[in-house]
């Protein structure tokens, strides 16, 4: 695909369900991200994947929060028994290589994100 | 902890004036990045800004870095209606070899007005 594709764009869910949003990343691209944008802010770095896995996922809020990625293509990031604070658009990202001072950087290229409201 | 601060918070200009979106950021980054996000859309990359003094030019947006400074500027020459939109910009420090997590400021909601 030309971009990086998610879906749903929207969800609405009761407090408690729980909820898988997915991320299709552009072709060729390694590097994945997930942001989390609440209303009227910044985004929310949540976590990042280097093929399918994800070194780094300080960003994650709570243990309700978990994301996988397969196949160094789809990810699906899983928030268990919702809360109302998880209202927010989420945001996928990828780029073609991870970026680090001997690789450079590398341009992060983002998805229309999911709107997700909790009830 | 790295921290973004972006000001204005909300901008509205007339058409054909010029304004300065600034930019500062709390620790040593190696990366500054500039996005626009229109209304319900996702963010598009404007600039990517890599050293100290680096100027980046498109159209009627110029940012410029000084990383000793820690701020970069996003400047806009003659504003025009197509450039309503949210203007957010992001650091990132880099390790050696992990990746890239972006800290974003607020953003600048701009609106400019016929």
């Known amino acids: 695909g030309a971009g990086v594709s998610q879906s749903p764009s929207n969800k609405v869910t009761e407090k408690g369900k729980d909820v898988e949003l997915r991320c299709d990343p552009i072709?060729?691209?390694?590097?994945l991200y997930w942001y989390r944008q609440r209303l009227g802010q910044g985004l929310e770095f949540l976590i990042y994947?280097?093929?399918?896995?994800?070194?780094?996922k300080s960003g994650l809020p709570s243990d309700r929060f978990s994301a996988e990625r397969t196949g160094e293509s789809v990810s699906t990031l899983t928030i268990q028994r919702t809360q109302q604070e998880d209202s927010a658009v989420y945001l996928c990202?990828?780029?073609?290589?991870?970026?680090?001072?001997?690789?450079?950087?590398?341009?992060?290229?983002f998805g229309p994100g999911t709107r997700l409201t909790v009830l | 902890e790295l921290k973004v601060e972006q000001n204005p918070l909300f901008l509205s200009m007339q058409e054909g004036k010029n304004y300065t979106i600034y930019c500062n950021y709390s620790?040593?980054?190696?990366?500054l990045y500039w996005y626009r996000q229109d209304p319900g859309k996702s963010l598009e990359s404007l600039f990517v800004l890599l050293s100290n003094g680096a100027v980046k030019q498109e159209g009627r947006l110029m940012a410029s870095l000084d990383t000793k400074a820690r701020l970069s500027t996003l400047h806009i020459t003659a504003a025009v209606h197509d450039l309503s939109a949210t203007y957010f910009c992001?650091?990132?420090?880099?390790?050696?070899?992990?990746?890239?997590?972006?800290?974003f400021g607020e953003g600048t909601q701009l609106t400019v007005n016929p």
């Open positions: 072709s060729g691209h390694t590097a």
């Open positions: 994947f280097q093929g399918n896995s994800a070194p780094d």
């Open positions: 990202a990828s780029s073609l290589r991870v970026a680090s001072r001997r690789t450079g950087t590398d341009t992060q290229y």
């Open positions: 620790t040593t980054s190696d990366r």
């Open positions: 992001a650091v990132d420090f880099l390790g050696e070899t992990s990746g890239s997590r972006l800290t």
